[in-house]
């Protein structure tokens, strides 16, 4: 069975840091493609970061230079680093394999293996 067990949310003011962790068991972890994807209140589910398994990283504008996914094949587990967090990133933020179509209503589908989702909550 896939699992994905995401960690490390919380509150933090504006132009702080949080690291997100997401962990794997139940498949091929160094064969599988991995994002982060966020849904905030009223909005549809967007991606925030991926990683190929050949290590190719996509991260979207409205995060660059502000967010990195890295991901540590011995652990099973992909990272996403925020820095300077702004309010607009607040949201439940999800890790998914192996790649869902986006944009979605709802961070969750049948075709692709989704965490349960932490919570990020950036204060001004």
């Known amino acids: 069975e896939v699992q994905l067990v995401e960690s490390g949310g919380g509150s933090v003011q504006a132009g702080g840091s949080l690291t997100l962790s997401c962990t794997a068991s139940g498949f091929t972890f160094d064969d599988s493609d991995v994002g982060w994807y966020r849904q905030a209140p009223g909005n549809v589910c967007e991606r925030v970061a991926t990683i190929t398994n050949d290590g190719i990283e996509y991260i979207a504008d409205s995060v660059k230079g502000r967010f990195t996914i890295s991901q540590d094949n011995a652990k099973k587990t992909v990272y996403l680093q925020m820095n300077t967090l702004k309010p607009e990133d607040t949201a439940v933020y999800y890790c998914?394999?192996?790649?869902?179509?986006?944009?979605?209503?709802?961070?969750?589908?049948?075709?692709?293996?989704w965490g349960q989702g932490t919570q990020v909550t950036v204060s001004s």
């Open positions: 998914a394999t192996p790649g869902p179509i986006i944009p979605r209503d709802t961070c969750s589908d049948e075709y692709n293996d």
